[in-house]
């Protein structure tokens, strides 16, 4: 009989691990052929040999482009702990060239303890960043410059891509562009004078294969055996899990969480509910827990709104579904009241 504190530190332990996307993503860089090992070899190429370079990493939304590449800054970090200095904008923030020069200009200051302008122009924060790309560089200092939502930054004149990249030609500048973009078309989007001063590297992220999701599975999903845990519950639980992952109904569930969205992310998602179902009183996941969590992935969203309306509010729905079949594409009160 499992004792309901063992099965609550299980329980806990692996929702802890499912909301650590550095404890995720670390089985899947094992390969040298990863997008992490590549990711890597171009930032601590660019920090030990004194070049710039410049990166894309595309993918779907959930793919892991983030969680990789944190895991990439957090072990460079270590290794080269007075060597990277490291600079993030999001498009979604500071789409506006000048927004993002001056964030630029602000976060180099509070790198290097230095007073921020905040009445600065374009020009004066462009003219600080060059001077601090080629004081870094004399001083063997590579700065990571992250963009996310990277497609954004191509809108309008692309001021601070040019500038940014313009400035990385010097050879006295030492810097890494990253730009992360869910659009696989990203590079497209550059203008002729951007795009010429780009170094065209492109990392793409795709789904999970049904091998590595198993991987992953597994790596998430296991109790340590030399943990607090007991030592026999926790050869058991793995022992379960492993036959189930071998059965022919298991499998059927991951081909249908394949068929319905196979990211990462998504995987996460569809564990958290498995996990979450466990029963504590029999301490173990069973085969109903992932079933039970692929059905409710598998809901509707329009089924999902409509769960909680008032009588009421589904009359006035029946009602503009009506008026639309009459080709009626505008709605008054008065309209869909007489339908009532």
Same mark, same amino acid.
């Given at each position: 009989?499992v004792?309901?504190?063992a !099965?609550?530190?299980?329980l806990n332990?692996i929702r802890? *691990?499912?909301?650590?996307?550095?404890f995720?993503?670390?089985p899947?860089c094992?390969?040298?052929d990863s997008?992490?090992?590549? &990711?890597k070899f171009?930032?601590?190429s660019?920090?030990?040999e004194?070049?710039n370079?410049s990166? +894309?990493?595309?993918?779907?939304r =959930?793919s =892991?482009?983030?969680?990789?590449?944190?895991l990439?800054?957090?072990?460079?970090?270590?290794e080269y702990?007075d060597m990277?200095t490291?600079?993030?904008l999001n =498009?979604?923030l500071h789409?506006?060239?000048n927004s993002?020069?001056k964030e630029?200009?602000r976060?180099?200051?509070?790198?290097?303890?230095?007073l921020?302008?905040k009445m600065a122009s374009?020009d004066?924060? /462009?003219e600080f960043?060059i !001077?601090?790309l080629r004081?870094?560089?004399l001083? %063997?200092k590579t700065?990571v410059?992250?963009?996310d939502?990277?497609d954004f930054?191509?809108?309008?004149?692309?001021?601070?891509?040019?500038?940014?990249?313009d400035?990385?030609?010097? #050879?006295?500048?030492?810097a890494?562009?990253?730009?992360?973009?869910? *659009?696989?078309?990203?590079?497209q989007?550059l203008?002729k004078?951007?795009k010429?001063?780009f170094?065209?590297?492109?990392l &793409?992220?795709?789904?999970? /294969?049904e091998?590595?999701?198993?991987r992953? +599975?597994?790596h998430?999903l296991?109790?340590?055996?030399?943990?607090s845990?007991p030592?026999?519950y926790?050869?058991?639980f793995?022992?379960?899990?492993r036959?189930?992952?071998?059965e022919?109904?298991?499998?059927?569930v991951?081909?249908?969480?394949?068929?319905f969205?196979p990211t990462?992310? %998504? &995987?996460?998602?569809?564990l958290?509910?498995a996990v /979450?179902?466990?029963?504590?009183?029999?301490g173990?996941l069973s085969?109903?827990?992932?079933k039970?969590?692929?059905?409710s992935?598998? *809901?509707?969203?329009k089924?999902?709104c409509? *769960?909680d309306?008032?009588?009421l509010?589904l009359? #006035?729905l029946?009602c503009?579904?009506r008026?639309e079949?009459?080709?009626?594409?505008?709605?008054s009160?008065?309209?869909?009241?007489?339908?009532i």
């Open positions: 009989m004792s309901k504190d !099965a609550e530190k299980a332990l802890g *691990r499912l909301c650590n996307p550095n995720i993503f670390r899947l094992d390969s040298p997008n992490y090992s590549k &990711l171009i930032v601590s660019s920090v030990t004194a070049c370079n990166v +894309l990493l595309l993918g779907p =959930g =892991g482009k983030v969680a990789v590449l944190e990439v800054l957090e072990d460079l970090l270590v702990p990277i490291l600079i993030r =498009g979604l789409s506006d060239d993002a020069i630029i200009a976060q180099l200051c509070v790198e290097h303890q230095l921020f302008s374009f004066d924060n /462009s960043m !001077a601090m004081e870094c560089g001083a %063997h700065i410059f992250v963009l939502e990277f930054f191509t809108q309008g004149k692309q001021r601070l891509l040019y500038s940014l990249l400035a990385m030609q010097s #050879v006295t500048s030492q890494v562009v990253i730009g992360v973009s869910c *659009r696989l078309d990203a590079d989007l203008e004078r951007v010429s001063r170094s065209h590297r492109k &793409l992220f795709l789904p999970p /294969s091998e590595d999701i198993y992953l +599975l597994d998430v296991s109790l340590p055996v030399d943990s845990l030592h026999d926790a050869i058991e793995n022992a379960k899990l036959s189930m992952f071998s022919e109904r298991f499998r059927q991951i081909d249908s969480y394949m068929n969205s990462v992310q %998504h &995987l996460v998602k569809f958290f509910w /979450s179902d466990m029963d504590l009183k029999l173990y085969f109903e827990n992932f039970s969590a692929i059905s992935l598998q *809901r509707q969203p089924m999902e409509l *769960r309306c008032s009588i509010e009359y #006035v029946v503009m579904k008026l079949v009459k080709e009626q594409n505008s709605y009160f008065s309209a869909v009241m007489k339908g």
